[in-house]
């Protein structure tokens, strides 16, 4: 055997991979200690090396790291069996710091736990397909003034439980791309975005997604904050958003709604926040508080629970097509209004369950409809539209139109014939009927007085005269 094959068979069997080194095997069956050279095939790993555990069994799997500990990869492999490695303890949490350049890849059944800090050397990603990885210890997604981009993959499970924080003075990312779940459950600091592209974002405590953050959720992707309460700067959504029970997330930026919601909790807007609905939503366990934000409707049909302002803001029904906004109630903070932009007839409906309350008073002429005052607003009794639900409008109702024109040409017609039939029993308009005008002054006040008119003042002329 001989050639390129040959040599790749030789360099296979020697443990020498393609990226040009044999990897540095951890081989101790006794002592902990990371910066022990004879622990190690190669002597103590350095920044370049390509670090490799559980290589065979009976080896030792708690392990002591040095205060500041280098790599470049991490490999986890299955030919040692099940094997649960820790890397320091609870009692020196976050004291020793392993800065990985290029990734960690987990093959192995057991679980792996790092209480160390760990600090990203580069862009790199982090696979499990084998034990749960738990990080307890802090994340740095960079250093200095460079920030990095941290990528989960696999199919396994992994747990950020520290501080996932930039590192330095650059923002760091962090991307969710397997098919199993990743969890967050410290109170992050990073700054960067974080984007779900498939698989499922976790968040285990309230907070754990920082105000700075820009998130995404990619269709067939999801974020479930298990009940938590989260705050991101603009959210981007074609997957499923699962609040769990009673789970919460605010907006601070320009967000876009077009998935799929489970759970019960509440949306809220605050100041200068804008969520475009870009899909048909029933979800009448979700809340929606109107903290000086702007909802936009945009020709979807929606049904939620409670619409709650706490702070001015604005319902935006805003498109060609029909737009449908079903709550079960109003409820406004004194003083606030609630701006309703773009509302058309028979074409924009705001259902509200409840009533609104009386015409011409607070609460329900705090809600003002483009073009109209507040005092116009008007919680219909009928109900009528797609959702055959009780509409919030400007008076009259829209149900009301079309009687009211009705009621107003019938007496029209009433009063037409009325003055007809009384006109016709006048002696002056016999002049009239044969083609002669009398003198104007000499019409009667009673001609007048068949519809009520009023007397007709010209100049110098009085109509009808005075009798």
Same mark, same amino acid.
Request: glycine content about 14%.
């Given at each position: 055997?001989?050639?390129?094959?040959?040599?790749?068979?030789?360099?296979?069997?020697?443990?020498?991979?393609?990226?040009?080194?044999?990897?540095?095997?951890?081989?101790?069956?006794?002592?902990?200690?990371?910066?022990?050279?004879?622990?190690?095939?190669?002597?103590?790993?350095?920044?370049?090396?390509?670090?490799?555990?559980?290589?065979?069994?009976?080896?030792?799997?708690?392990?002591?790291?040095?205060?500041?500990?280098?790599?470049?990869?991490?490999?986890?492999?299955?030919?040692?069996?099940?094997?649960?490695?820790?890397?320091?303890?609870?009692?020196?949490?976050?004291?020793?710091?392993?800065?990985?350049?290029?990734?960690?890849?987990?093959?192995?059944?057991?679980?792996?736990?790092?209480?160390?800090?760990?600090?990203?050397?580069?862009?790199?990603?982090?696979?499990?397909?084998?034990?749960?990885?738990?990080?307890?210890?802090?994340?740095?997604?960079?250093?200095?003034?460079?920030?990095?981009?941290?990528?989960?993959?696999?199919?396994?499970?992994?747990?950020?439980?520290?501080?996932?924080?930039?590192? /330095?003075?650059?923002?760091? *990312?962090? =991307? @969710?791309? &397997? !098919? +199993? %779940?990743?969890? #967050?459950?410290?109170?992050? $600091?990073?700054?960067?975005?974080?984007?779900?592209?498939?698989?499922?974002?976790?968040?285990?405590?309230?907070?754990?997604?920082?105000?700075?953050?820009?998130?995404?959720?990619?269709?067939?992707?999801?974020?479930?904050?298990?009940?938590?309460?989260?705050?991101?700067?603009?959210?981007?959504?074609?997957?499923?958003?699962?609040?769990?029970?009673?789970?919460?997330?605010?907006?601070? /930026?320009?967000?876009?709604? *077009?998935? =799929? @919601?489970? &759970? !019960? +909790? %509440?949306?809220? #807007?605050?100041?200068?926040? $804008?969520?475009?609905?870009?899909?048909?939503?029933?979800?009448?366990?979700?809340?929606?508080?109107?903290?000086?934000?702007?909802?936009?409707?945009?020709?979807?049909?929606?049904?939620?629970?409670?619409?709650?302002?706490?702070?001015?803001?604005?319902?935006?029904?805003?498109?060609?097509?029909?737009?449908?906004?079903?709550?079960?109630?109003?409820?406004?903070?004194?003083?606030?209004?609630?701006?309703?932009?773009?509302?058309?007839?028979?074409?924009?409906?705001?259902?509200?369950?409840?009533?609104?309350?009386?015409?011409?008073?607070?609460?329900?002429?705090?809600?003002?409809?483009?073009?109209?005052?507040?005092?116009?607003?008007?919680?219909?009794?009928?109900?009528?539209?797609?959702?055959?639900?009780?509409?919030?409008?400007?008076?009259?109702?829209?149900?009301?139109?079309?009687?009211?024109?009705?009621?107003?040409?019938?007496?029209?017609?009433?009063?037409?014939?009325?003055?007809?039939?009384?006109?016709?029993?006048?002696?002056?308009?016999?002049?009239?009927?044969?083609?002669?005008?009398?003198?104007?002054?000499?019409?009667?006040?009673?001609?007048?007085?068949?519809?009520?008119?009023?007397?007709?003042?010209?100049?110098?002329?009085?109509?009808?005269?005075?009798?």
């Amino acid at each position: 055997m001989k050639g390129p094959f040959a040599a790749t068979c030789v360099l296979a069997l020697l443990g020498i991979t393609s990226r040009g080194a044999p990897p540095d095997t951890w081989t101790s069956t006794a002592s902990s200690q990371w910066g022990l050279s004879s622990n190690w095939s190669k002597g103590v790993p350095s920044s370049g090396s390509i670090v490799q555990f559980n290589a065979s069994t009976g080896l030792q799997t708690s392990l002591t790291l040095s205060t500041s500990t280098d790599a470049g990869s991490l490999s986890f492999l299955s030919a040692g069996g099940a094997n649960a490695y820790v890397f320091d303890t609870l009692a020196t949490q976050n004291k020793d710091t392993l800065t990985v350049s290029s990734g960690i890849t987990n093959s192995e059944a057991g679980a792996l736990t790092f209480y160390n800090a760990t600090t990203l050397g580069g862009s790199q990603s982090w696979a499990s397909t084998g034990g749960a990885m738990t990080f307890n210890g802090n994340v740095n997604l960079g250093s200095g003034s460079t920030g990095y981009t941290l990528t989960e993959t696999g199919a396994g499970s992994v747990s950020l439980n520290g501080v996932v924080a930039n590192g /330095g003075t650059a923002a760091g *990312s962090l =991307t @969710m791309a &397997g !098919t +199993g %779940t990743l969890t #967050l459950s410290g109170a992050n $600091t990073y700054t960067g975005t974080t984007a779900v592209s498939s698989g499922t974002l976790k968040t285990g405590v309230s907070g754990a997604l920082h105000s700075g953050n820009t998130l995404t959720v990619a269709s067939g992707a999801t974020l479930s904050l298990g009940g938590t309460s989260q705050t991101v700067g603009a959210f981007t959504s074609a997957g499923l958003l699962s609040l769990g029970s009673g789970g919460s997330l605010t907006l601070l /930026g320009s967000s876009t709604l *077009s998935g =799929t @919601m489970s &759970g !019960t +909790g %509440t949306i809220t #807007l605050n100041s200068g926040s $804008t969520l475009t609905l870009g899909a048909n939503f029933s979800d009448s366990g979700v809340n929606i508080v109107l903290n000086g934000g702007t909802l936009k409707v945009n020709g979807t049909s929606d049904t939620f629970g409670s619409l709650s302002v706490s702070s001015s803001s604005i319902i935006d029904f805003g498109s060609p097509s029909a737009s449908v906004l079903d709550i079960s109630g109003v409820t406004l903070g004194g003083g606030m209004t609630l701006s309703v932009n773009n509302w058309t007839n028979g074409l924009s409906y705001f259902y509200s369950n409840t009533t609104t309350g009386t015409m011409g008073t607070a609460p329900e002429n705090q809600i003002v409809f483009a073009g109209f005052s507040g005092n116009a607003t008007h919680w219909n009794t009928s109900t009528d539209g797609p959702d055959n639900e009780h509409q919030v409008t400007p008076t009259p109702e829209p149900a009301s139109f079309g009687l009211i024109m009705t009621a107003l040409s019938l007496a029209g017609i009433v009063i037409l014939r009325a003055a007809r039939t009384a006109a016709a029993s006048l002696p002056i308009l016999a002049p009239i009927q044969a083609g002669e005008l009398p003198p104007l002054a000499s019409l009667p006040r009673e001609l007048a007085a068949v519809v009520g008119a009023p007397p007709l003042e010209l100049p110098g002329v009085l109509w009808p005269p005075s009798s």
